[in-house]
T-cell receptor, first 116, second 118 residues
Framework: GAVVSQHPSRVICKSGTSVKIECRSL??????MFWYRQFPKKSLMLMAT?????????EQGVEKDKFLINHASLTLSTLTVTSAHPEDSSFYIC????????????FGPGTRLTVL | AQKITQTQPGMFVQEKEAVTLDCTYD???????LFWYKQPSSGEMIFLIY??????QNATEGRYSLNFQKARKSANLVISASQLGDSAMYFC???????????????FGKGTHLIIQP
């Protein structure tokens, strides 16, 4: 199989704090991981593309200083929401493509962030 | 303009009936891929089916088939013999080939909320 995990699954934090979300490919190597954001009853919006060993590519309108992405290894990418505010509350989902190729993207179970 | 259009925000279907979920897309890229994902209330994204733009045959995966009409830029999902467990949000998504190669993120439609009734 191709399993992607995310940690934590749910986090509640105070406004102004930073939150780190981990995305791991458990049984495959992923040179590229993607971070999406989903508001309630809305679609997924691609935030950024995370490449192992290089800087992330952010979509238009996504603040790179607000959403820090680090892809330090072939199995781990992290998204840090810095100085979180209530409007950052959302469902954050990562996906990964296999380094060996293939069209499919494998999604993690998501992280629900609530900023008070 | 929207790249992925799903015109059915919600659908009610009787159990065991076939369901067609609509999806149209917009791209000028000759090389692209189309995906359908299911998202139950738990939030996980479950991959259902994939169609490449150069694939000659319509994709099928068990009870799921993709009605790919390239000239019309349409990629409808057909679920045969619907089951109560099929109730969920369904998203159509597209991957376009970007300059420089490498894997590309997906563009999602707004989704269709499918409810299967007993």
């Amino acid at each position: 199989g191709a399993v992607v995990s995310q940690h934590p699954s749910r986090v509640i934090c105070k406004s102004g704090t930073s939150v780190k979300i981990e995305c791991r490919s458990l049984d495959f190597q992923a040179t590229t991981m993607f971070w999406y954001r989903q508001f309630p009853k809305k679609s997924l919006m691609l935030m950024a593309t995370s490449n192992e060993g290089s800087k992330a590519t952010y979509e238009q309108g996504v603040e790179k200083d607000k959403f820090l992405i680090n892809h330090a290894s072939l199995t781990l990418s992290t998204l840090t929401v810095t100085s979180a505010h209530p409007e950052d509350s959302s469902f954050y989902i990562c996906s990964a493509s296999k380094a060996s190729g293939g069209a499919e993207q494998f999604f993690g179970p998501g992280t629900r962030l609530t900023v008070l | 303009a929207q790249k992925i259009t799903q015109t059915q925000p919600g659908m009610f279907v009787q159990e065991k009936e076939a369901v067609t979920l609509d999806c149209t897309y917009d791209t000028s890229d000759p090389s692209y891929g189309l995906f359908w994902y299911k998202q139950p209330s738990s939030g996980e994204m479950i991959f259902l089916i994939y169609q490449g733009s150069y694939d000659q045959q319509n994709a099928t995966e068990g009870r799921y088939s993709l009605n790919f009409q390239k000239a019309r830029k349409s990629a409808n999902l057909v679920i045969s013999a619907s089951q109560l467990g099929d109730s969920a949000m369904y998203f159509c998504a597209m991957r376009e080939h970007r300059m420089g190669g490498g894997a590309d993120g997906l563009t999602f439609g707004k989704g269709t909320h499918l409810i299967i009734q007993p």
